[in-house]
């Protein structure tokens, strides 16, 4: 009768050539396999490895063989940078100034320890790792171990991906430091992934932390005695130092309720630690099952991040080679190698079932296994940590309620509230720590790297953008710093130290083998011509009004000491950045400015994109040249200019020059003379401009076959002049607040704001107008609109906190204003909850028509500022 496994479609051969022995020696293996397996010159024969331990079981050594050399066709990365041999350009080295990452509250040594550890593997479902160079890591993995499907179609969940198609996940509650309870639903599972962390007197460096993972059948769906494998697993970017890891070292785990510890070892920041697992409230006679692999990755991290990919290349070589009879079933092997610094531990259950793993650090000098730290165990686990978990929740909510909810406003729906406490949540839990070089392109198009540095920030989406973006990082930090004012702070002192020599931030952070792994080719490289919005300078603002208000008001804000210790150590650096925007990206004419990073050339794109100003294939000139004047720009750097001022006047520094640029940015006039079109009363960009161009497919002969192009075809040559397209960009004078409280101008741009056929809808602002020409076009034949219509969160924020200015100050125009922000607010929270409810997911945009969410989710970024739109904070 033949196995479960040979009754499977034909797509297991695939399988079985990607993880036989055999395979190594296929041909398309285009690089020479990793050292662990194959010495330099010859090929080790198929057999145990000489220096294997064994504890409950040995790992053959094809497992390792086979599982490895699948990773080195996959694993192959590109990213090896430039020699630092020649003189390094100007482009490359930092910028000559005290480093903000030395403020005294950042080196302090109680919160570098208690920030040690945290959720900072963006990427991934789940992950710990330290915020340290060479990171001592975790991940959590699980799978359906008695389905076929598992194997055949790599069904193990990992990375963050919305191809895993998961009904929701994220977090309901995460306090950015200590604390984090995660919810994910997929297919038959719903399971709950909870975290904390604490120091006790005994503890190491970076304290203790727990995990627990529980899981329960959805119900109505899979097999009545359903089961599930979790696999946490711990990897070491440093080599392990003496004695080296000892895993399993008490042997196989007759009975994992009474616990089990999994691993120790020591790491060069953490020191001695230990790994323990404990099985909780099981009412079962028998204990769910627990197995094993460890082994050495020779100092290539790529093999830790391919976990997934090797584990399921050992798990299938041990099936072929211990045959379950008929019934399919997945299990690590239960072995570990000598000088092994990758360990992972499956722990099969069947559902109803949780475990807790426990994660212990010592003092310096301890070995763990000579030690009892069965009391702290038990503080990390079971009903101890239930009970810390409940008290983690209740802060969790009385500091949301304390530092988002005004004691005399109109109490929020239940629906809303919950959205608004998953939206914090979902950005603090995402935050990610990296380390890595940036792709620095240089003249000739030779590329270069940046000097190695850390980078810890919010990310926009875990499963489509897990990394930093230097113009999304300006609006989580409204965010960030309302709930934690420390720990914005933070990541700011982290973007600035970015700076090279000349003042420019790359705009894209893609450090380490964890974020390059995740991006196409062509977005790797940054160009140090090319801008992104000064989008920092919003929360920075925020700081220099703080202090300002406290000494109005004669308050005792015990922030503001930090504030201005902060502000006074990132003053050289925000003056180099301010000066390079306004000197790179000055336009042609007096005032005006211009992004840089447009394809002048491209027969491809119905409209180049401007992906330098963050909003990608919004409508602009049809022809890109150096006479373009874009409005967004000339507002930021109002924007800046006004912030520069105001940091100047706080701290008492010398900043005259900074308030009358601002003023000239403000001036109506220049304004009017450089972007308003009087008839229609729109502001708009200025460049060579056709609207008569749109996309044709023509087919040609290639090879005897038909391919078919889409190009642009331009039917009336383009002039100078205003480019007719109303949207967001039209909305920055009053975005940034530019308009006088008095001015006509400022109601014209009211009634327009509120305008039903122009860019208002019943879920937020639109990008774009539908009087647009490229109102939902696509810009290629395989490029979907993107910003030229759809609703985006953080513009609708940004018209949210002008209104609130305006309907404020004295004016003819303040009960429009006020009805204006009343009725947005409204629109924008109702639309996001209902599709967060709907769907359990926040996403990066909102469709005009529906309010229906699409594109990237969770898109946990700057759409999590619907929290503070929920507590009426702009």
């Known amino acids: 009768m033949p196995t479960a496994l040979q009754r499977d479609d034909v797509r297991v051969n695939k399988y079985k050539q990607a993880f036989s022995p055999s395979y190594r020696t296929c041909s398309i293996i285009e690089h020479e396999p990793p050292e662990i397996m194959v010495k330099k010159g010859k090929e080790k024969e198929s057999g145990p490895v000489e220096d294997v331990q064994y504890n409950s079981g040995a790992i053959p050594y094809s497992y390792v063989a086979a599982a490895v050399l699948v990773l080195g066709v996959g694993l192959y990365y590109k990213f090896n940078g430039s020699a630092w041999l020649k003189p390094r350009s100007d482009d490359l080295k930092p910028l000559k100034a005290p480093r903000m990452l030395e403020l005294s509250e950042l080196t302090d040594s109680e919160y570098k320890n208690s920030m040690l550890w945290g959720s900072y593997r963006s990427g991934l479902y789940f992950g710990m790792r330290t915020r340290s160079q060479q990171s001592l890591l975790t991940g959590l993995m699980w799978f359906d171990p008695d389905n076929p499907e598992t194997l055949k179609r790599y069904k193990v969940r990992h990375h963050a991906s919305q191809e895993d198609r998961l009904q929701t996940y994220g977090w309901l509650r995460h306090d950015g430091r200590s604390y984090g309870r995660q919810q994910i639903v997929d297919e038959d599972y719903n399971i709950t992934v909870s975290m904390v962390k604490q120091a006790s007197e005994d503890s190491g460096t970076g304290g203790d932390w727990a995990v627990r993972v529980s899981a329960i059948k959805v119900a109505g769906r899979g097999a009545p005695r359903k089961r599930i494998s979790f696999v946490m697993y711990l990897g070491d970017e440093e080599t392990p130092r003496p004695p080296g890891w000892n895993v399993m070292p008490e042997g196989e785990a007759l009975d994992l309720r009474e616990g089990s510890t999994l691993a120790n070892g020591v790491n060069g920041v953490v020191g001695p630690w230990s790994l323990h697992a404990v099985e909780v409230n099981s009412t079962r006679k028998a204990p769910s099952r627990l197995d094993f692999l460890a082994l050495p990755t020779d100092g290539k991290y790529e093999y830790i991040l391919q976990a997934k990919e090797l584990m399921l290349g050992v798990m299938y070589e041990h099936l072929e080679r211990n045959p379950t009879s008929d019934k399919f079933q997945l299990y690590l092997p239960n072995g570990a190698t000598t000088g092994s610094n990758l360990a992972l531990f499956q722990v099969t259950m069947i559902l109803p079932g949780t475990v807790d793993f426990v994660f212990l650090s010592h003092k310096k000098g301890v070995d763990p296994a000579l030690i009892d730290s069965s009391s702290r165990i038990q503080d990390l686990s079971g009903e101890a940590l239930t009970l ?158 703080q202090i300002k208000n406290a000494k109005k008001q004669g308050d005792e804000d015990p922030e503001v000491p930090a504030v201005k210790q902060f502000l006074k150590r990132a003053w050289p650096r925000l003056v180099a950045w301010y000066q390079w925007f306004n000197t790179t990206q000055a336009g042609p004419m007096p005032t005006s400015y211009r992004w840089h990073g447009r394809n002048a050339t491209t027969l491809l794109e119905l409209n180049p994109k401007t992906l330098t100003s963050g909003l990608d294939d919004y409508p602009r000139a049809s022809h890109p040249s150096k006479e373009e004047r874009h409005l967004d720009l000339r507002c930021w750097m109002a924007l800046a200019s006004e912030a520069m001022a105001t940091i100047a006047e706080t701290l008492e520094l010398p900043g005259e020059s900074y308030r009358s640029t601002a003023e000239m940015l403000r001036d109506p006039v220049l304004l009017a003379e450089l ?81 039903p056929q122009l860019l208002w809808t019943p879920f937020g602002l639109r990008s774009v107008s539908p009087t647009c020409s490229l109102y939902k076009k696509h810009n290629t034949a395989h490029d979907p609109p993107y910003w030229r219509g759809q609703i985006w969160i953080n513009i609708n924020y940004l018209a949210l906190q002008a209104l609130e200015h305006y309907k404020n100050l004295e004016g003819p125009h303040a009960e429009t204003a006020r009805q204006a922000h009343a009725g947005l607010r409204q629109a924008i929270l109702s639309a996001v909850e209902a599709q967060y409810i709907a769907r359990g997911y926040l996403f990066e945009q909102y469709d005009d028509s529906t309010g229906r969410g699409i594109s990237s989710h969770p898109f946990t970024g700057w759409t999590a500022l619907v929290a503070l739109v929920a507590a009426g904070s702009q």
């Open 388 to 545: 810390l978990l409940q008290q983690k929740d209740t802060a969790f909510d009385d500091k949301f309620e304390k530092e988002f909810l005004h004691p005399h406003a109109h109490p929020l729906e239940e629906n809303t509230l919950e959205v608004a406490k998953a939206a914090l949540s979902n950005l603090l839990g995402s935050m990610g720590y990296f380390y890595g070089t940036s792709q620095v392109r240089q003249p000739g198009g030779v590329t270069e790297s940046y000097w190695p540095a850390a980078l810890y920030t919010a990310v926009p989406s875990r499963s489509f953008f897990p990394r930093g973006f230097l113009w999304d990082e300006g609006f989580h930090q409204l965010l960030v710093q309302r709930w934690d004012p420390q720990l914005s702070r933070d990541v700011l002192a982290h973007w600035l130290d970015l700076l090279n020599s000349k003042g420019w931030i790359p705009r894209e952070q893609i450090l380490g083998l964890d974020a390059k792994a995740r991006v196409p080719e062509e977005f790797i490289v940054q160009d140090p011509r090319d801008a992104n919005p000064p989008s920092l300078f919003l929360p920075i603002t925020a700081m220099a009004e």
């Open 675 to 755: 972007h308003l079109d009087q008839s229609t009363g729109h502001y708009l960009d200025y460049g060579l401009h056709s609207e008569d161009v749109s996309l044709q497919r023509k087919q040609y002969p290639v090879q005897g076959k038909v391919q078919e192009v889409t190009y642009r075809v331009v039917n009336t040559p383009p002039t100078p002049q205003l480019v007719p397209c109303f949207g967001y960009v039209s909305l920055f004078p009053l975005l940034m607040k530019l308009l006088s409280a008095e001015s006509k101008e400022l109601g014209r741009q009211l009634q327009l704001l509120t305008d």
